[in-house]
Nanobody, 126 residues
Framework: QVQLVESGGGSVQAGGSLTLSCVAS????????MGWFRQIPGRGRKGVAG????????MSSDTVRGRFNVSRDNALNTVYLQMNSLKPEDTAMYYC???????????????????WGQGTQVTVSS
């Protein structure tokens, strides 16, 4: 089973940028649909962005579209989330998830067998 490790979180001022990485410490990501999710305390995880195994199709939620970009490098076993024009409301724990290859959107997150990383915290100050 693939194991995921996120990194790149931190504290940034509003308007700034961060790039999150999700690396497979075991296994390969190439056959997985990959998603980025975020969660604030007391709330459920919400989908942010997703990308197909071949990297040809990406999608993002309405709240981040135009500011966040998802990409992947299967040769490096890594998925990225480039976050620009960050806002205080983007503050959350960010997780990557590996789902079945024919997924789309964020609904796969509730399926059994989905693999999750441990998360990386992003804090945006005003």
């Amino acid at each position: 089973q693939v194991q995921l490790v996120e990194s790149g979180g931190g504290s940034v001022q509003a308007g700034g940028s961060l790039t999150l990485s999700c690396v497979a410490s075991r296994g390969t990501l190439a056959s997985y649909y990959m998603g980025w999710f975020r969660q604030i305390p007391g709330r459920g995880r919400k989908g942010v962005a997703g990308i197909t195994p071949d990297g040809d199709t990406m999608m993002s939620s309405d709240t981040v579209r135009g500011r966040f970009n998802v990409s992947r490098d299967n040769a490096l076993n890594t998925v990225y989330l480039q976050m620009n024009s960050l806002k205080p409301e983007d503050t959350a724990m960010y997780y990557c998830a590996a789902g079945p290859p024919l997924c789309s959107g964020f609904g796969f997150s509730t399926r059994s067998g989905v693999r999750w990383g441990q998360g990386t915290q992003v804090t945006v100050s005003s």
